[in-house]
């Protein structure tokens, strides 16, 4: 049994075939989803996949790469859709310098706003992080987000920044790219960070893991994660996806 602690079920490349692709995730053993929605459009379809489907959950949040286009209203919208039960964690947020839309400055305006929130309402949160780690890393600690914790979202960083997140409540999320023959970093995370703190992903359609790289990811590719994780970690199959699945379970106050 496994848990695809992030998934964008909701985005337009499911459209046609979104029923057809939850049942090949649980014919391989996924039992769990959490769908991410981070604006207007993804937000609703992310809590309708969720109320449609026992053992699929929703966080809400808004992507720093739209963050200029948030409003005060959103901020609002978001804090009220929080109290729904199957609503589990609030994100993604974060930083995101790859892209130019949002200038810095308003991402981290936005960043901040959703820690304060999570810590109001006592909800965890998941990073988003693209070349942004120093900068995310020195708000994490400003706003104190230990208070709530989150998951650092298919982390791509050196092993002492994730150790330096372990150290503030953060869980440590591994997708599609530990699999990648040329990926050293998230291989030696994978080997350096203790299971209690690994969670494993797809981040589908996107990082699709080896041997399907290039091709849209689903949750059933999870499967290949957590055989990477078992070989590096020198662990069987079964306890990686039971341990893995029993973080994910504790992190979203999920009871199974």
Not at 120 to 144: C, G, S, W, Y
Not at 180 to 185: G, H, R, S, V
């Amino acid at each position: 049994m496994l848990f695809d602690t992030h998934v964008h079920l909701n985005a337009d490349q499911f459209e046609d075939d979104l029923q057809e692709t939850i049942d090949r995730a649980h014919e391989a053993g996924v039992r769990y989803m959490t769908v991410v929605g981070f604006d207007r459009k993804t937000i609703p379809l992310a809590i309708q996949i969720a109320e449609e489907n026992n053992h699929i959950y929703a966080a809400v949040g808004w992507h720093p790469v739209d963050a200029i286009d948030m409003t005060e209203e959103d901020l609002k919208w978001i804090e009220e859709l929080l109290s729904h039960p199957k609503v589990v964690a609030i994100g993604e947020m974060g930083l995101d310098y790859h892209w130019d839309k949002s200038p810095a400055d308003v991402q981290k305006e936005v960043f901040r706003k959703q820690i304060q929130l999570a810590k109001k309402v006592k909800m965890p949160i998941i990073i988003h992080n693209r070349e942004a780690t120093e900068d995310i890393v020195q708000i994490l600690k400003e706003e104190n987000a230990a208070e709530v914790g989150g998951i650092m979202h298919c982390y791509s960083g050196p092993v002492e920044t994730a150790k330096e997140c372990v150290d503030m409540n953060f869980m440590i999320s591994l997708g599609g790219p530990v699999t990648f023959k040329n990926a050293k970093l998230p291989k030696e995370v994978a080997k350096a960070i203790d299971m209690k703190h690994l969670l494993i992903e797809t981040d589908c359609p996107f990082l699709a893991p080896h041997p399907n790289r290039g091709k849209r990811n689903e949750p059933a590719y999870v499967t290949l994660v957590a055989e990477q994780i078992a070989e590096l970690k020198g662990l069987s199959y079964e306890e990686v996806c039971e341990i893995t699945t029993e973080n994910a379970l504790n992190f979203f106050r999920i009871n199974s």
